[in-house]
């Protein structure tokens, strides 16, 4: 078991879930919402490798999917329809249960692809998962809290750069 190694695949896996919390931040989010989606993304990423490690290799061997396309179409999705909502007359802007899902799903699908070589980064196979969670689990919240001390300093128009950000790194996330 390499320990340092898990840990720096963990801090890798949760910097995409870092950078999209701090554009879902700005949506003004209780403490409540950003502990639930941090605990979904923290799911996502228990569960996404040891899908990958299960099914992984026979996906890409019958279907040929590409990954990016999938993450740069959700990604552009959620982003567009933050920027749409940021000009709706609303109080209280709330995001609802399935947008945690597709965050959670789009922040997770690289750990999917990690999970194919699950087996050879540590024998334990749900001790590099675990960490996985935890260590996404923390950077959604981080970000989140952070993306909502931005929101309050700049306010509508923090929402409006989110979204442009989520669209970005969907179209981008495809090109890379």
Same mark, same amino acid.
């Given at each position: 078991? #390499?320990?340092?190694?898990?840990?720096?695949?963990?801090?890798?896996?949760?910097?995409?879930?870092?950078?999209? *919390?701090?554009?879902?931040g700005t949506l003004g989010m *209780?403490?409540?919402?950003?502990? !639930?989606?941090? !605990?979904?993304?923290?799911?996502?990423?228990?569960?996404?490798?040891? !899908?990958?490690?299960?099914?992984?290799?026979?996906?890409? #061997?019958?279907?040929?999917?590409? $990954?990016?396309?999938?993450?740069?179409?959700?990604?552009?999705?959620?982003?567009?329809?933050?920027?749409?909502?940021?000009? %709706?007359?609303?109080?209280? %802007?709330?995001?609802?249960? $399935?947008?945690?899902? !597709?965050?959670?799903?789009?922040?997770?699908?690289?750990?999917? *692809?990690?999970?194919?070589?699950?087996?050879?980064?540590?024998? #334990?196979?749900?001790?590099?998962?675990?960490?996985?969670?935890l260590t996404s689990t923390f950077?959604?919240?981080?970000?989140? *809290?952070?993306?909502?001390?931005?929101? %309050?300093?700049?306010? %509508?128009?923090?929402?409006?750069i989110g979204g442009i950000i989520?669209?970005?790194?969907?179209?981008?996330?495809?090109?890379?």
């Open positions: 078991m #390499n320990l340092f190694l898990v840990i720096l695949i963990s801090v890798s896996l949760s910097m995409d879930a870092f950078s999209l *919390s701090l554009a879902y *209780s403490n409540k919402d950003k502990k !639930l989606l941090s !605990l979904i993304t923290g799911v996502f990423h228990f569960f996404m490798p040891l !899908l990958g490690l299960l099914i992984g290799n026979i996906i890409l #061997n019958f279907i040929n999917i590409n $990954p990016g396309v999938v993450v740069a179409c959700i990604l552009s999705f959620i982003g567009v329809e933050m920027i749409i909502s940021s000009f %709706k007359e609303e109080e209280v %802007k709330k995001m609802k249960l $399935p947008e945690y899902f !597709l965050f959670a799903l789009a922040v997770s699908i690289d750990s999917f *692809s990690v999970g194919i070589t699950l087996t050879e980064i540590n024998t #334990n196979l749900f001790f590099s998962p675990l960490v996985f969670a950077f959604t919240f981080a970000g989140l *809290s952070l993306g909502n001390k931005i929101e %309050k300093m700049v306010g %509508k128009m923090s929402t409006i989520l669209v970005l790194v969907g179209v981008l996330y495809n090109l890379g």
